[in-house]
């Protein structure tokens, strides 16, 4: 099963264990004024006893600390607390897959009104979830304002039952639609980079522009590990027109002629990719 964590900002930012893709339920909550609630009904508040028997049968999210992992890599520790990246794919202690994405705007907004980042990570085992999450995140880096947009409303805030939901359902979907319409292999501005979870510790980081890759190994602990790190800009984004022939023309107006016979290659695959992920996506 896929296992789905986020840092999200409830009355201060938390590490979160959402849940994972064999919840039957359509959404997961987190409901901070749950156990203020149960006091007042055990102490005799009747009017909010039927309440709270409804709210506790509800899946719910929970905070990850260092006492309860739920299940959290080690390596998601410096992934949650530090930035400097875009998308990273990296293989973890215990011979699984994550995926995080992170500074994602998120449609809900704080007690100030304020719409605040968040960060999502899925975490495979088995080697079909290892092989969607290949995928995935080819797909994350290379339609990143569709991908950002179809996770920023998964977390809303739920006004009758005072707390966050989560809608799991629809993760566990669009992740499967995402993986349909992509393949492992990514396309650059060098070429394409064919993402493999077998051959590196980090198949994939992808940074953005102006931040050096030797601190951003630094900063999540990365030395020693064979990292692919890729710059954000050097990313041929399918789902944008503007900066797909922007960069193809920049890329054609060099003359060599092995080079120029690259840049056919990749505005037909290019061309060829955006339109079938696009019509899948929405499906």
Same mark, same amino acid.
């Given at each position: 099963?896929?296992?789905?964590?986020?840092? @999200?900002?409830?009355?201060? @930012?938390?590490?979160?264990?959402?849940?994972?893709?064999?919840?039957?339920?359509?959404?997961?909550?987190?409901?901070? /004024?749950?156990?203020?609630?149960?006091?007042?009904? #055990? $102490?005799?508040?009747?009017?909010?006893?039927?309440?709270?028997?409804?709210?506790?049968?509800?899946?719910?999210?929970?905070?990850?600390?260092?006492?309860?992992?739920?299940?959290?890599? #080690?390596?998601?520790?410096? /992934?949650?607390?530090?930035?400097?990246?875009?998308?990273?794919? $990296?293989?973890?202690?215990?011979?699984?897959? &994550?995926?995080?994405?992170?500074?994602?705007?998120?449609?809900?907004?704080?007690?100030?009104? %304020?719409?605040?980042?968040?960060?999502?990570?899925?975490?495979?085992?088995?080697?079909?979830?290892?092989?969607?999450?290949?995928?995935?995140?080819? @797909?994350?880096?290379?339609?990143?304002?569709?991908?950002?947009?179809?996770?920023?409303?998964?977390?809303?805030?739920?006004?009758?039952?005072?707390? &966050?939901?989560?809608?799991?359902?629809?993760?566990? #979907?669009?992740?499967?639609? $995402?993986?349909?319409?992509?393949?492992?292999?990514?396309?650059? %501005?060098?070429?394409?980079?064919?993402?493999?979870?077998?051959?590196?510790?980090?198949?994939?980081?992808?940074?953005?522009?102006? &931040?050096?890759?030797?601190?951003?190994?630094?900063?999540?602990?990365? #030395?020693?590990?064979?990292?692919?790190?890729?710059?954000?800009?050097?990313?041929?984004?399918?789902?944008?027109?503007?900066?797909?022939?922007?960069? /193809?023309?920049?890329?054609?107006?060099? %003359?060599?002629?092995?080079?120029?016979?690259?840049?056919?290659? &990749?505005?037909?695959?290019?061309?060829?990719?955006?339109?079938?992920?696009?019509?899948?996506?929405?499906?």
């Amino acid at each position: 099963m896929l296992k789905y964590y986020s840092y @999200y900002n409830v009355g201060g @930012y938390k590490d979160m264990y959402l849940g994972n893709s064999t919840i039957a339920h359509e959404k997961t909550y987190f409901l901070p /004024l749950l156990p203020h609630w149960e006091k007042k009904a #055990q $102490a005799g508040d009747k009017s909010l006893a039927s309440r709270v028997e409804a709210l506790r049968e509800l899946p719910m999210i929970t905070i990850v600390t260092n006492e309860a992992s739920h299940g959290l890599p #080690q390596i998601a520790k410096s /992934l949650f607390s530090h930035g400097g990246y875009k998308i990273i794919l $990296a293989n973890t202690e215990s011979n699984e897959l &994550i995926l995080v994405i992170r500074d994602v705007e998120s449609t809900s907004t704080d007690d100030a009104g %304020r719409k605040t980042p968040f960060l999502l990570a899925v975490v495979g085992t088995t080697e079909d979830e290892k092989r969607l999450l290949e995928k995935v995140a080819v @797909y994350a880096a290379s339609h990143l304002g569709t991908f950002s947009e179809e996770i920023s409303s998964l977390f809303e805030y739920d006004s009758d039952k005072n707390g &966050i939901s989560f809608n799991i359902a629809a993760l566990t #979907q669009f992740l499967g639609r $995402a993986s349909c319409a992509s393949t492992n292999s990514l396309l650059t %501005r060098k070429g394409g980079i064919r993402i493999s979870w077998k051959k590196a510790h980090v198949p994939l980081l992808v940074i953005p522009d102006g &931040i050096d890759k030797k601190m951003v190994a630094k900063e999540l602990n990365l #030395q020693g590990k064979t990292v692919r790190a890729i710059d954000m800009a050097d990313v041929i984004p399918l789902d944008d027109n503007e900066k797909l022939i922007a960069i /193809l023309k920049g890329m054609e107006s060099n %003359r060599c002629a092995l080079w120029n016979w690259r840049v056919a290659s &990749i505005i037909g695959l290019a061309a060829a990719l955006g339109f079938i992920a696009g019509y899948i996506i929405t499906k």
